[in-house]
């Protein structure tokens, strides 16, 4: 069997403290790789800067110039983790065989790909990267990111338990994946959905080695509501089974209230009454909310804008 070539696909924004030193550390494992014979030498490390408004673009050519093992694409402006990481994948989908996606921070502990290579060897054409433990994690962040994949899954949105973005990939794969066309990215949801022998490789996360998380408690909140109105479609049915279930009570409450009146028992109700018109009134606002976000991804996904627009590129003359 040939040696597959495999991609390093490492979105970027606003790294330019943290890039100089991970960058050194993905080289290495994958000079490692190829030195133990497990992937061929025209492997590459894609870094895809995702309209950083720092000196990151800089950088990662400078990288490119220094060793061949480095290229880079640049998106036209700033999109978002998910879509850049479906730049990388889908560029380097017919230069490749495996591609394995991972952050820039040294979070996710880079010693893991020779696992992940070894279970795609092994088989597997999907790799989860899987956090065993959080130590590292305040408890706040621990809490928060635990509730979100509970949360997740009892919502109906499918993901691996403790994964994020940290994967491996094979073309086989992204190839088929290319056909899932929606601009509304949640990438840990869609990749179970193509299916494929998948594996799992556990490694412990570590904290970011500098620079900020740019996922605060609001932005992963977002992220959770995006997974679930994406990938399911439980929210609605929620909505429709607690409709049902008011509508039984007021049912009964109005037979009450007719019974009453008719045992001449009616007290002035004022009360009752605005209780009454303050639940429903909130009920229907949530789920009117709920309905509005369905139509709202229905919006965006029939304008079918593009979901990345490459504008620059580095490194062209190092790819194999
Ligand atoms: N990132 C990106 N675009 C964004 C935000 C983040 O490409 O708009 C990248 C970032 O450079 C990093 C990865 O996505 O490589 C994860 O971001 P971060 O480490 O800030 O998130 P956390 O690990 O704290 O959840
Ligand atoms: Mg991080």
């Known amino acids: 069997m040939n040696l597959p070539v495999l991609y390093m696909v490492v979105p970027c924004y606003n790294e330019e403290q943290v890039l100089p030193i991970t960058a050194d550390l993905f080289l290495q494992e994958l000079t490692e790789l190829i030195k133990k014979g497990k992937i061929s030498d025209g492997s590459r490390i894609l870094f895809v800067n995702d309209g950083s408004r720092d000196k990151t673009w800089e950088i990662i050519c400078g990288l490119s110039e220094k060793d061949r093992h480095f290229t880079g694409i640049s998106q036209s402006r700033n999109r978002g983790h998910q879509n850049a990481v479906l730049a990388g994948l889908m560029d380097s989908v017919e230069k490749c065989d495996i591609t394995i ?5 040294g979070q996710d502990d880079i010693a893991a790909m020779e696992k992940m290579v070894d279970e795609y060897r092994g088989g597997s054409e999907i790799v989860y990267g899987v956090r065993a433990r959080r130590d590292t ?8 990111a635990e509730s979100f994949y509970k949360l997740l899954n009892a919502l109906g949105a ?28 949640f990438l840990r949801g869609m990749v179970p959905l193509v299916g494929f022998k998948s594996s799992s490789v556990y490694y412990d996360r570590q904290e970011r080695m500098a620079g900020e998380s740019h996922y605060p408690l609001g932005k992963m909140a977002a992220l959770a509501f995006d997974g679930i109105t994406s990938l ?4 609605l049915r929620m909505i429709t089974a607690l409709g049902i279930f008011v509508s039984v009570i007021s049912f009964v409450g109005a037979i009450w209230a007719v019974a009453s009146q008719l045992m001449g028992k009616t007290v002035t109700g004022w009360a009752s009454m605005t209780c009454i018109i303050c639940f429903l009134g909130g ?23 593009p979901r990345y627009i490459i504008s620059e590129r580095t490194g062209e003359r190092n790819e194999a």
């Open 101 to 105: 996606s991972i952050d820039c921070d």
């Open 137 to 144: 994690d305040t408890f706040f962040k621990k809490f928060t």
């Open 158 to 185: 499918e993901v691996v338990y403790n994964h994020a973005d940290y994967r491996l990939i094979s073309s086989k794969v992204l190839k088929e994946f290319a056909e899932f066309k929606e601009v509304n990215l």
């Open 232 to 235: 399911s479609v439980r929210p």
């Open 283 to 305: 009920i229907q606002l949530v789920c009117l909310g709920v309905m509005g976000t369905y139509i709202g991804k229905i919006y965006m996904e029939v304008k079918h804008r």
